[in-house]
T-cell receptor, first 112, second 112 residues
């Protein structure tokens, strides 16, 4: 079982719709969770991080964490073509200054 | 957010030569930096963890004598690909923790 699992996609949504990206992780003791966006040929950029159960909203983005289910998701409201990218889920298994484990990413395509 | 600078952004070299890639944290001190490699359409692969003032920790399967890492100061880590071969052609990305990982822009290496 992979430590961090994501559906590779592509996930296609029409412009203006809500895109829902999902991630599961295997280490129940994981402390912190991150979502990165990576455009083709570019390096990842941080979108959001979340530490506590529940929702965290930042503009059009909402991260949702459910530690009991070992599940973290990213919702993108009012999806735009510029949101088309690969979204990487990352999990810090022990917290603090430890390396994070990345999922393989979900490719999102927003159709105009 | 924090800024991580990576140089060069693109390098082409002949087979057998060595290439040095620099990663700098511009507005914070980074005791730990990470080096990743990414082949086209594949996920990030952690190569090594670079620790200021000590030896790097390499991931399984990564040749430490081929990928030399030097983290001589709190703001600079370097990756040297020694005796590069065409199979080393890839996208190399560094990141630094503050404590959230921020990525450099990446270096695209092409070995002829």
């Amino acid at each position: 079982q992979k430590e961090v699992e994501q559906n590779s996609g592509p996930l296609s949504v029409p412009e203006g719709a809500i895109a829902s990206l999902n991630c599961t992780y295997s280490d129940r003791g994981s402390q912190s969770f991150f979502w990165y966006r990576q455009y083709s040929g570019k390096s990842p950029e941080l979108i959001m991080f979340i530490y506590s159960n529940g929702d965290k909203e930042d503009g059009r983005f909402t991260a949702q964490l459910n530690k009991a289910s070992q599940y973290v998701s990213l919702l993108i409201r009012d999806s735009q073509p510029s949101d088309s990218a690969t979204y990487l889920c990352a999990v810090n298994p022990q917290g603090g200054y430890q390396k994070v484990t990345f999922g393989t990413g979900t490719k999102l395509q927003v159709i105009p | 957010g924090a800024v991580v600078s990576q140089h060069p952004s693109w390098v082409i070299c002949k087979s057998g030569t060595s290439v040095k890639i620099e990663c700098r944290s511009l507005d914070f001190q980074a005791t730990t930096m990470f080096w990743y490699r990414q082949f086209p359409k594949q996920s990030l692969m952690l190569m090594a963890t670079s620790n200021e003032g000590s030896k790097a920790t390499y991931e399984q399967g990564v040749e430490k004598d081929k990928f030399l890492i030097n983290h001589a100061s709190l703001t600079l880590s370097t990756l040297t690909v020694t005796s590069a071969h065409p199979e080393d052609s890839s996208f190399y990305i560094c990141s630094a923790r503050f404590p959230i990982q921020y990525f450099g822009a990446g270096t695209r290496l092409s070995v002829l």
